[in-house]
Every structure is written in C-alpha cells, then in structure tokens.
C-alpha cells in the first residue's frame, strides 16, 4: 500500500510554544490529507481535512487558529500546534487520499506523540 | 457516513480463525465498508474493504450480507501480534471523503 510518513515520531515541548509536525506522502501524491487526535484509550478524532493549495475545513469544536494547517503541496502537509499546553498533549495522526491513485483507501502515517510540559 | 456498531473487545485463540462483526444497518447504497486496525501506539492499518461482494486478501476476509446491514472480518488464523482495536467503517469511496472512527473493537489474541 501507499506509504505516509510522520515527523516527528513524538516531541516534547514547554507550554506556550508552537510544535509543528509533518506529513508526508512517499510514494504518491496525495491530493487530501487528514489530521486526527487521539487520547489515550479513545478512538480517532478527526480534527481536519486539507485539500492542496486550499484552506482546511476544521470539524466543529477544533480551534483553526491553534491547530494551523499548511497543505503546499502534494506531498507535504503540516500540523501547527500553537501556544500549546498540557490539555493538547495527544497522539496526532495524519492520513492521506489521492485522486491519482485508484482504489481510494486512504493511508495512515505512524503518528506523533506530543507531550507538553 | 453511516454509523457502525461492534463490540467492544473479544478474545480469540492464537491459530484459531478470528470473527469480528459489525453492524451498519443504516448504510447507503454507494457506501463501502472498511477495516482498520491500530496496534498500541501506532498509526491505523488497512486490512480491506468491500461493497456487496465477499472480498479477500493476504490478511483477511471480509464477508457481507446480502442486505449489506452487516459484515465480518475474519482474520483466518489469528498470531499475537494480530492483538489490536479494529476498526469498521463505512464510507463512500472517493477522493477526499473521510474516514470516521467508532469506538472499534478490542481484539486480544491469547497463546
């Protein structure tokens, strides 16, 4: 199957800062790319979805100006998390579709694990 | 999306075939039905996906009714590193429409 990659594979940070993490499609281009969260024992949350070279459509309840989300090109999406604190500590999950690529299953990165301190 | 219902964790036997149902009653004709599943910490895995038709591949089977109200995932013979939350869902199969996660069920596999 298609493969996307995450980066980083977990990170810490101090309250108040931004993170950013990276999405990455390896092997195709991927035309949509979709941004989850997960707590620890609960299921995904979808926070977003980004079209390329479009603004993201958040679902309701997610904050767009804490959780920026850059999609510049078809490889390549980002997840911002701005003046974090410990509430946004979570497992942060990408996954991408492509209009390119038949069968339309859409691939999930590894995730991030992302702990503020 | 139509909403999915399974249960929320189940053993099985390592070597023995695994079964998970789901229920999507509510599905929509041009509505496929997914299988995912997530091991502790990582992201989710494609196992497969169908229609109408019974499909297969090199991890497993997916058979559904014939009113397409509901489906099983059969992982044939089930090892340890199988121990994951699965996941179905269904959905309509086209470019930028998303997946939608229940709650899953809780597969532990024992030796």
């Known amino acids: 199957g298609a493969v996307v990659s995450q980066h980083p594979s977990w990170v810490i940070c101090k309250s108040g800062t931004s993170v950013k993490i990276e999405c990455r499609s390896l092997?195709?281009?991927?035309?949509?790319m979709f941004w989850y969260r997960q707590f620890p024992k609960q299921s995904l949350m979808l926070m977003a979805t980004?079209?390329?070279?479009?603004?993201?459509?958040?679902e309701q309840g997610v904050e767009k100006d804490k959780f920026l989300i850059n999609h510049a090109s078809l490889t390549l999406s980002t997840l911002t998390v701005t003046s974090a604190h410990p509430e946004d500590s979570s497992f942060y999950i990408c996954?991408?579709?492509?209009?390119?690529?038949?069968?339309?299953?859409?691939?999930f990165g590894e995730g991030s694990w992302l702990t503020v301190v | 999306d139509a909403k999915t219902t399974q249960p929320t964790s189940m053993d099985c036997a390592e070597g023995r075939a695994a079964n998970l149902p789901c229920n999507h009653s509510?599905?929509?004709?041009?509505?496929?039905v997914y299988w995912y599943r997530q091991i502790h910490s990582q992201g989710p895995q494609y196992i497969i996906h169908?229609?109408?038709n019974n499909e297969t591949n090199e991890m497993a089977s997916l058979i559904i009714t014939e009113d397409r109200k509901s489906s099983t995932l059969i992982l044939p013979h089930a090892t340890l590193r199988d121990t994951a939350v699965y996941y179905c869902i269904v959905r309509v199969k086209a470019a930028g429409n998303k997946l939608t996660f229940g709650g899953g069920t809780r597969v532990l596999v024992k030796p």
């Open positions: 509510t599905i929509s004709g041009n509505e496929y």
């Open positions: 996954s991408a579709d492509s209009l390119y690529v038949s069968g339309n299953t859409i691939y």
């Open positions: 092997d195709f281009q991927a035309t949509t």
């Open positions: 169908g229609l109408k």
């Open positions: 980004s079209n390329e070279g479009s603004k993201a459509t958040y």
